[in-house]
C-alpha cells in the first residue's frame, strides 16, 4: 500500500486493523557513471520498496529523494543536503506518522550517507513513541542473495559496477546508456601500501580505516568496477531473490517488539 496512493480512510482502515508497520524508502539523487542517470538509485530504491511493501502487506511513503552525497558533488547532477537536514527531515516526517499511529518504521536504504541520520532517527522514535526502528540495505542484500556470479571480479558490486547496472537493466532500461559504459581503471592508493577501497575505507595489512575522500580522488570515472557484462537476466536474478528476502524480513519486523 503506497500511502501517497490510497485515501486518507484506506490508511485509517489499515491501522484499525492493527497494522503499525510503514515502510520508508531513503534513496539519492547522484551521479552513477557516465552509463547511469543520476536518478537510477533513486529509482531502483523507490520500486524495490513498492514492491516489498506489496507484496508483505505494509504501507510504504514516497522516497526520500536526497541523501548526503558529498563525496559525488564533483559531478554535475548530485543532489546533497547535511546529515542535520536528512536527520531532521526525516525525523519529522515520522513523527507525523507515529502521531497518527504507526509504531514499526522499516526504512529501505540504498545510501551509506543515511546510515547514521537513519539511526539517530530511530532512538529519537523509540524514546519519544516507543516505536521500532530498523534499516535493511538494499545492495547487502542484493549482494548476499542474489547467488548472481558477476564476469567482473573488481568490485562487481561496487559503484555503478556490474551488478547495480544489471538491476538497472532489468528494471529501468530507459536510464541506462551501455554504449557509454566503461571499466574504471585501477583505484588510486593515496600512499604506499595501502589499498583504496571506498570513499571512507582504505585497507592496510589485515584490516582497516577510514579516510574520508571523494571518489573523483581514486576513480576520476566516477565508478567503481566494470559494468560492460552486465546483463539484464542477470539483474531480474538480484531483483527476484532480493525482493524475496526483503519481503520475509519486512514481515518479521513487522512482528518485533522490544517489551517482553
Request: overall charge negative; glycine content about 8%.
Amino acid at each position: 500500500m503506497r500511502t501517497d496512493h490510497s485515501t486518507y480512510s484506506d490508511l485509517k482502515a489499515y491501522l484499525a486493523a492493527g497494522n503499525d508497520t510503514v515502510l520508508i524508502p531513503v534513496g539519492a539523487t547522484e551521479q552513477y557513471g557516465a552509463h547511469l542517470a543520476t536518478g537510477a538509485e533513486l529509482r531502483i530504491c523507490e520500486m524495490i520498496a513498492t514492491e516489498v511493501a506489496e507484496k508483505a502487506g505494509v504501507a510504504c511513503t514516497p522516497i526520500v529523494p536526497v541523501n548526503y552525497s558529498a563525496m559525488f558533488l564533483d559531478y554535475p547532477g548530485t543532489l546533497s543536503v547535511s546529515m542535520p537536514t536528512l536527520e531532521a527531515y526525516i525525523f519529522e516526517m515520522c513523527d507525523a506518522l507515529a502521531g497518527q499511529g504507526f509504531r514499526h518504521f522499516f526504512f529501505i536504504n540504498i545510501h551509506g550517507g543515511s546510515l547514521g541520520p537513519l539511526e539517530s532517527v530511530c532512538r529519537s522514535l523509540r524514546r519519544k513513541h516507543g516505536a521500532v526502528g530498523g534499516l535493511i540495505d538494499v545492495f547487502t542484500v542484493m549482494r548476499d542473495v542474489s547467488g548472481v556470479q558477476f564476469s567482473t571480479k573488481n568490485a562487481p558490486s561496487g559503484h555503478a559496477s556490474e551488478m547495480v547496472t544489471s538491476v538497472a537493466l532489468a528494471k529501468c532500461p530507459e536510464l541506462v546508456f551501455m554504449d557509454r559504459a566503461q571499466a574504471t581503471p585501477q583505484l588510486r592508493a593515496f600512499t604506499e601500501g595501502v589499498k583504496t577501497v571506498s570513499s571512507g575505507k582504505v585497507s592496510l595489512g589485515k584490516s582497516s580505516f577510514q579516510v574520508f575522500s571523494d571518489i573523483s580522488d581514486y576513480a576520476p570515472i566516477g565508478t567503481q568496477g566494470d559494468p560492460t557484462a552486465a546483463t539484464a537476466e542477470q539483474g531480474h536474478q538480484v531483483w527476484d531473490a532480493t525482493v524475496a528476502y526483503m519481503t520475509e524480513a519486512t514481515q518479521k519486523f513487522s512482528q518485533m517488539s522490544f517489551t517482553a
